[in-house]
């Protein structure tokens, strides 16, 4: 009726709306986990949700909005989201998450896609798509996945070669892979008779540098040049309870 003033809407339904908008943008599917903490969305209103038939679970931790197809691309989206960092999706999943494959055979894969790998659900990294035969990979609702450790030595060993070597300097500084990279020259040996050994040695000796840039690796060789000796890469201090890493330290000097 004319004349009537709208109700302004409540904080929860506002946050439910936000949170709708958020869901389509991620291709309709999304984690309860999300919703809490960026909607401040509690576990009793997902509940109500969930029982209206507003979005539906997937598994414990994953929900979807209502009546998504059952593609490639919608299960891929939903594995990606229960993986949640303990794997990653590979080929023709990952091609389909993008939108590059929308249609059967999902091994066509036309030289012009570009590929991406995501960890877990965000994209990452662009690299190459291999083909293989039958490498024991797992599946989950007829999706290909393969262990983080897997795919990063796939990156390793066949990104271009400057790609490579900002992986493996980025990789080798962050702590939930530098154990992995300092081992990578035992598991380089491991594949010396496979394609991209030479790429993956290589990737070894820049690890063993310490180095964490090219800027760092450059420094490093000019002090080598220079005939120093007494300096350390990487060099960890603690100053007033914090611990930081020096990138290159003379201890003996006291010069960092």
Not at 73 to 78: A, P, Q, T, V
Not at 166 to 188: D, K, P, V
Not at 218 to 242: D, F, H, I, K
Request: proline fraction near 6%; aromatic fraction near 6%; charge should be positive.
């Amino acid at each position: 009726m004319a004349g009537m003033v709208s109700q302004p809407i409540s904080a929860r339904d506002a946050a439910l709306r936000r949170a709708h908008e958020f869901a389509k943008a991620q291709g309709g599917v999304f984690r309860s986990q999300q919703l809490q903490e960026e909607f401040g969305i509690s576990r009793r209103v997902i509940r109500s949700q969930v029982g209206a038939g507003v979005w539906v679970r997937h598994g414990r931790s994953v929900l979807a909005l209502p009546g998504l197809p059952d593609g490639l691309r919608e299960r891929s989206l939903i594995v990606a989201h229960r993986l949640s960092g303990a794997a990653c999706l590979t080929g023709p999943s990952v091609l389909a998450v993008r939108g590059l494959l929308r249609a059967p055979p999902w091994d066509a894969l036309p030289e012009t896609m570009e590929p991406w790998v995501i960890y877990p659900y965000r994209v990452v990294i662009p690299a190459r798509v291999l083909q293989r035969r039958d490498d024991g990979g797992a599946t989950m609702l007829g999706v290909r996945i393969a262990q983080p450790h897997t795919v990063m030595l796939d990156l390793l060993r066949f990104l271009p070669e400057s790609d490579a070597r900002n992986l493996t300097y980025r990789a080798s500084g962050t702590s939930e892979w530098a154990g992995f990279m300092r081992g990578l020259a035992t598991t380089a040996a491991d594949y010396q008779r496979m394609p991209g050994a030479v790429q993956l040695r290589a990737m070894a000796a820049l690890v063993a540098t310490g180095a964490r840039s090219e800027a760092e690796l450059l420094a490093q060789q000019l002090l080598s040049a220079s005939g120093l000796t007494e300096w350390r890469a990487n060099y960890p201090v603690r100053v007033r309870g914090q611990r930081y890493v020096i990138d290159i330290a003379f201890p003996g000097a006291l010069v960092a």
